[in-house]
């Protein structure tokens, strides 16, 4: 009875062992998590929670896509791209030579709900202090009637971030994502209207990665700071 239960242990670490080396020699697709790094950051991403991994679909063998899971690299992202749900557009950093893995693509969670009225206020805030003087709407004296400064200090110069703009699609294309947020600045007087006069639309024909640019409209005397996403691409 006994010899018999050793014969089976053998067994079975012989056939572990035979699955090992399938598994870590073959070439086959897995995920992996790595490290993520997000640039071109906007005010309104600072306030989101902050991602460190982001899940990676990987081809190569088992052993290579092993070393790159403990390895220093990590993925390097557009902090837009990375909200907005973009796939495709990502950067692979200190990925060691001797690895023969290739990424895919990577897999960001979908787009981030829109911001809580409180956060959007502190984005507001946050761009007010950090804005310099000029921007706050600070009016100098030199040279200028008396009147005009007075106008002028009741109607500074601020930021807003508006919400769920609805992109505007040619060929009834079915786009993801179908909303986008954007940061403008101008005169509060001017800003209170919005959004009316602002639309959102998108390139006629796709980039090589088959990602359609976002553009946006805005009233004159209006400026946009930032939108997001950049990027959109067309869904089934």
Known sequence: MKHNLGLKILALAIALIIWLQIILMDEHQSKVNLELRLVQSSTADTLRPQPKKILCQVQGKGLDILKLYFSHAYVEMSAADYWSGND????????????????????????????????????????????????????????????????????????????DLPISAPRNLNIFPPK?????????????????????????????????????????????????PQKVRVIK
């Open 88 to 163: 495709k557009n990502f950067r692979i950093v200190n990925i060691p030579e001797k690895i023969k893995v290739n990424v895919i693509n990577v897999i960001p969670p979908p787009p981030y709900e829109n911001l809580k009225a409180e956060d959007l206020a502190k984005v507001t805030n946050k761009e007010s202090e950090e804005s310099p003087p000029d921007e706050k709407g600070k009016i100098t004296t030199e040279n200028t009637p008396k009147e005009t400064n007075i106008i002028d200090s009741q109607d500074p110069i601020t930021t807003r971030i508006l919400t």
């Open 180 to 228: 986008a947020t954007l940061k403008v600045q101008g005169k509060a007087s001017l800003l209170t209207h919005l959004p009316q006069g602002i639309s959102i639309t998108i390139s006629s024909t796709p980039d090589n990665e088959g990602y359609y640019t976002v553009f946006a409209s805005v009233p004159e005397n209006v400026t946009i700071l930032d939108i997001t």
